[in-house]
């Protein structure tokens, strides 16, 4: 394997997700190369994807109260 290139199951444990998960990634937009039927996934690409979809905490806990005060009586 070309260094820094993952097939799918290899890119799937490198994240620590299912095949599936992957697939799922990859039909929402993870960059990938196919090569002869293969279909490869760039390390940096996958780091990138996955940072690219991190969850500001703050920002959750600001939207939770907002929410919980439109609930109080």
Do not use: C, F
Request: aromatic share 6%; charged share 25%.
């Amino acid at each position: 394997m070309v260094k820094g290139w993952l097939k799918i199951k290899n890119a799937a444990e490198y994240a620590d997700v299912s095949t599936n998960t992957l697939r799922t990634w990859l039909a929402k937009g993870l960059r990938h190369s196919r090569v002869g039927g293969v279909v490869l996934i760039n390390k940096e690409n996958l780091n990138q994807w996955i940072d690219s979809h991190a969850v500001d905490h703050g920002q959750l806990d600001e939207i939770v109260d907002e929410v919980m005060e439109g609930l109080s009586p």
